[in-house]
């Protein structure tokens, strides 16, 4: 899915902020920004794009032609932006909530190309929350909603794993299990060239496993001592 940058006329620039959005599978997928130059009859376009390839999720660009910004000027820059949700509501499937439950969520990341890369001209953002079905994003464990994931992996790291922790209390999220990953760049001349795809997501993984109650913690501790005391008194 890719952002058609709008534009017209003989001699023409157009830096466009719109975005479209469709929807492919359980994936919700939105692809923001771009720019086009005519002049006479030569079109060069460069658009945010946001594409489902087998079981991965790439945030990328339509194409990189360096002579759009070329015609821009050596100053010039691009802005782009993705956003990717998806709800585990299938029917039949639904994966819903549960109170006092731990959730881990694991993926896949290869940002090498540009979202999470150190190159000179790009200026990224690329975040991961886990969302209920209204939208709100769960708190983490390390107390926040909105994981930046290239402060996971570390500076200059653009591929790795990251591994999350959510946890429920008593009150239920409400809705099915969501996803939200979003991508933001400001491409300059410099980082144009490094190719289409910017981000790559794979092998999204969600796991669950009940929190014992605090009471449950006790007599489970309360077992284990009366066990150590049973066996010295054995001996």
């Given at each position: 899915m890719t952002y058609d940058v709008p534009g017209g006329g003989l001699v023409s620039i157009t830096l466009s902020d719109g975005s479209t959005t469709a929807t492919r599978g359980l994936w919700d997928?939105?692809?923001?920004?771009?720019?086009?130059?005519?002049?006479?009859?030569s079109l060069s376009e460069s658009a945010a794009q946001a594409t489902l390839t087998g079981s991965s999720l790439q945030f990328g660009i339509s194409n990189d032609n360096n002579s759009l910004l070329g015609l821009l000027g050596s100053g010039g820059s691009i802005h782009y932006a993705w956003?990717?949700?998806?709800?585990?509501?299938?029917?039949?499937?639904?994966?819903?909530?549960?109170?006092?439950?731990?959730?881990s969520v694991s993926f896949d990341v290869d940002g090498s190309n540009g979202l999470l890369s150190s190159v000179s001209g790009l200026n990224p953002n690329f975040t991961f929350e886990l969302i209920d079905g209204s939208g709100n994003a769960l708190i983490s464990s390390n107390n926040t909603t909105q994981i930046n994931i290239a402060g996971l992996l570390g500076t200059g790291v653009p591929t790795g794993t990251i591994s999350l922790t959510y946890t429920t209390d008593s009150s239920t999220p409400t809705g099915p299990i969501g996803v939200r990953f979003i991508g933001d760049a400001q491409v300059g001349s410099s980082a144009l060239s490094l190719g289409t795809t910017y981000a790559t997501i794979s092998n999204l993984d969600i796991t669950s496993t009940p929190v014992p109650e605090p009471g449950c913690r006790l007599l489970i501790a309360s077992v284990g001592v009366m066990m150590l005391m049973r066996r010295r008194r054995g001996l």
């Amino acid at each position: 899915m890719t952002y058609d940058v709008p534009g017209g006329g003989l001699v023409s620039i157009t830096l466009s902020d719109g975005s479209t959005t469709a929807t492919r599978g359980l994936w919700d997928l939105t692809a923001q920004g771009g720019a086009n130059a005519t002049i006479l009859l030569s079109l060069s376009e460069s658009a945010a794009q946001a594409t489902l390839t087998g079981s991965s999720l790439q945030f990328g660009i339509s194409n990189d032609n360096n002579s759009l910004l070329g015609l821009l000027g050596s100053g010039g820059s691009i802005h782009y932006a993705w956003d990717a949700v998806a709800y585990f509501d299938t029917p039949g499937s639904v994966l819903s909530y549960s109170p006092g439950t731990q959730y881990s969520v694991s993926f896949d990341v290869d940002g090498s190309n540009g979202l999470l890369s150190s190159v000179s001209g790009l200026n990224p953002n690329f975040t991961f929350e886990l969302i209920d079905g209204s939208g709100n994003a769960l708190i983490s464990s390390n107390n926040t909603t909105q994981i930046n994931i290239a402060g996971l992996l570390g500076t200059g790291v653009p591929t790795g794993t990251i591994s999350l922790t959510y946890t429920t209390d008593s009150s239920t999220p409400t809705g099915p299990i969501g996803v939200r990953f979003i991508g933001d760049a400001q491409v300059g001349s410099s980082a144009l060239s490094l190719g289409t795809t910017y981000a790559t997501i794979s092998n999204l993984d969600i796991t669950s496993t009940p929190v014992p109650e605090p009471g449950c913690r006790l007599l489970i501790a309360s077992v284990g001592v009366m066990m150590l005391m049973r066996r010295r008194r054995g001996l």
